[in-house]
């Protein structure tokens, strides 16, 4: 018996075996191994959350600057069609600059080129805002290239009034209800 304990000499302590030693540092290292193994899946899962936290914060954010734009523009487009009766010339004449008075605020949109953020907003917002954005500068171009207030000029107001009634009724709606989407999820990841 004594030869087959032989190869494992350095157990011993001070010559005589000491299996109580061994056995509390083995389980000593097995917690270590453990608390480490549970400490760094944890952190990772805090890390995971916090990134994901801090994403749909800044889309939040991102569409909450965007709502606010397109609203303002919305409401802008509106009011050139209202307008439009009362003051043709104010895009047919070159000596007023028609294109610098009636100007879109894109300054978000224009923005949102540069934002690692951009393409986790909802497609569907991003396609309605630049078909919005695209359309509407089209009928633009419609106007400003009249000399008076012929068919063309009126039906590229009514193709506005069209464009706008669309994106009010289905692009606005739709960024609005993403907002409240988001922020809801966000509370929920602070409770």
Excluded: C
């Amino acid at each position: 018996m004594r030869g087959l304990l032989t190869p494992f000499r350095f157990l011993n302590v001070k010559g005589r075996p000491n299996v109580e030693f061994w056995l509390t540092q083995t389980i000593i290292l097995a917690s270590t191994i453990a608390g480490v193994y549970f400490a760094s899946f944890a952190g990772f899962q805090i890390a995971v959350d916090f990134d994901r936290y801090q994403s749909m914060s800044d889309v939040s954010n991102l569409e909450k600057s965007l709502e606010a734009e397109f609203t303002d523009n919305i409401e802008k487009v509106e009011t050139w069609i209202a307008d439009y009766p009362k003051a043709p010339m104010t895009w047919h004449a070159q000596k007023l600059v028609p294109r610098e008075a009636h100007k879109l605020d894109d300054m978000v949109w224009q923005t949102m080129r540069y934002s690692d953020r951009t393409l986790e907003v909802n497609p569907k917002v991003l396609t309605g805002v630049r078909r919005f954005y695209g359309d509407i500068e089209a009928q633009m171009t419609v106007l400003f290239m009249q000399q008076n207030a012929n068919g063309y000029a009126r039906k590229a107001i009514a193709k506005m009034k069209t464009i706008v009634a669309e994106a009010r009724k289905d692009v606005l709606p739709l960024l609005q209800s993403d907002i409240k989407r988001l922020d809801e999820e966000l509370a929920g990841m602070t409770h």
